[in-house]
Each structure stands twice: as C-alpha cells, then as structure tokens.
C-alpha cells in the first residue's frame, strides 16, 4: 500500500502547488518542506519497518540528484526557487517507480527512473511554454506584431547573410549528392532563429511589467538598477532580489518597479509526473 500512499501523496502536492503557482506565480515554502519532510519520514519508517534500507537511501539519492538539476535551472534562471524546492520534494518522495503500478500500465523505463522523470519534465516544460507563449502573443497581439516586426528589422543583415549561406550550402550539398541529409539542417537553423525572435518578442511585449513593491516577494526580477535621487538602491541582480533589497526599496519608498514575469512551470511538473507514470520515456515518442 506504500506505493499508493507515495502516489497519492505526490499528486495532491502537485494539484495545489499548480493552483498557487498559476494563481500567485509562487510555491509556498511550506507546501515543499512539508513534502520534503513527508517525503524522508515515509521513506525512512518503511525501511525501518521492511528492514529494508534501500527505500531511504534511494529517497536520499533522490534528493541528491534533483537538488542538482533543480539548482542548476535554478541558477540558469529557467524556473525560480520554489519549483526546485518542490521538485526536491517530489524525488526524494518516490525516487523510483512504484511497483505497484506495473499491474495497471506497461511504461518504458529504459532508464531508472528519476532521469525518465526529469526528462519528461523538460519536454512538457519546453511544450507546456511554447503553448503559453503562443497564447500571450494572440492576446497582446498588437504590442508582439509591433515587436516581432522591430526585431525583424534589427536581425535583418544577418538573416539575410544566413539565407545567402543556406542557399550556397543547399547548391553544394545538391551536387555532392547529400541534400537530402543537409535539408533537416538547413531547416533546424531556421526553426532556433525564428524561434528566438518568437520568444524574445512575446517577451518583450507580454512579460515585463511595474510592480508594487509591497508585493514583491525574494527571487522576483526586477528589470534593471533602482535609483533614487540619482543614488543607485539596487543593482540588477540575476537571481532577483532578496528581502533585504525588498526592505531597502521600501525605505527609500519606492512604489514601483519594472519586473520581468515568468510563466507558472509547476504545470509542467504535473503533466510530466502523470505521463512518466503511464507511458515512461516520452523522449522515444520523439525519436520513433
């Protein structure tokens, strides 16, 4: 019954963390500690009473592992602190696949199953955020044509000199017989291109906003330095501010600054749990 409990467990967190994150764009502290605590108390009172100690110590291994990867995204600024906190807790709770679901589902688990799990996570997050950009650019439609069309202009020599060079490469792979090989490369070059001006303008047009300083809570982003009589307060800092430069904004009483907001990842976290579960290795939907 253990397996059930973990299970349950991980999808109740998962439901409320998607619901504080798409209301509040924040995980609370509480919800992931708990689930960290949860997590190593369910593991370690298992072992004791199976007199099996590989559940802790992979529950352990699990927390090592993805406190690594959570860090690194974390600090390559692709999610905030709470979706690694979080992402702790759901490793260190069930670091390998549940048994017990064998019976129900036939998953591809090619790979242990911590590394399926991330990697599902990846490519529903990558999924999840090309869909919620595709939404925030219809819905400011007119401020993302206007920045598309400006970045078009800026990136306009250089596409222009990528084209010449796809052109030149097309004619030679044709004549030396490999076109057909070369052509996915010719058309990935363009697909990352277009896709950075895509991102960058719905950025620009859909993600930077004035925000209340009473509001701002630490590892939020604030866009720029913060000057006030020509003083510099605050530097931009790359993982956002911190409760002391909260606290320096509002003794020198600024109302508002410039945040870059960031779509809710927790989602991602959900949906690729539930589909490690059932399918396991979504990469090899990709490949066959």
Not at 141 to 160: D, H, M, P, V
Request: charge should be positive.
């Amino acid at each position: 019954m253990i397996d059930y409990f973990l299970i349950l467990i991980a999808l109740v967190y998962l439901i409320i963390a998607t619901i504080f994150d798409i209301k509040t764009k924040e995980v609370p502290d509480w919800l992931s500690f708990s689930l960290i605590a949860i997590a190593l108390f369910s593991n370690l009172l298992y072992s004791l009473v199976s007199s099996e100690f590989n559940y802790i110590i992979y529950s352990l291994s699990g927390l090592l592992i993805s406190f690594l990867f959570g860090s690194l995204m974390y600090y390559s600024r692709q999610w905030g602190g709470g979706d690694t906190k979080l992402l702790i807790g759901l490793c260190t709770l069930l670091p390998r696949y549940p048994e017990k679901l064998l019976s129900y589902f036939n998953p591809n688990l090619n790979l242990p199953f911590l590394f399926i799990l991330l990697l599902n996570i990846l490519i529903i997050g990558g999924l999840y955020g090309l869909f919620m950009s595709i939404l925030l650019a219809i819905k400011n439609r007119n401020k993302f044509i206007k920045e598309f069309s400006s970045l078009f202009r800026k990136y306009k020599s250089s596409l222009f000199l990528v084209l010449i060079i796809n052109i030149i490469l097309i004619i030679v792979s044709y004549f030396l017989g490999i076109f057909i090989i070369m052509l996915p490369l010719f058309l990935l070059v363009w697909i990352i291109i277009l896709s950075y001006i895509f991102i960058k303008s719905v950025e620009n047009s859909s993600m930077y906003k004035m925000f209340d300083v009473n509001k701002l809570v630490e590892g939020d982003w604030v866009v720029g330095n913060v000057k006030s009589k020509n003083k510099i307060i605050y530097k931009q800092k790359l993982l956002g501010v911190t409760e002391k430069d909260i606290n320096i904004l509002k003794k020198y009483r600024i109302k508002k600054v410039l945040v870059k907001d960031g779509l809710p990842f927790v989602p991602a976290f959900l949906i690729g749990f539930v589909i490690t579960l059932i399918y396991g290795n979504l990469f090899l939907v990709f490949i066959f």
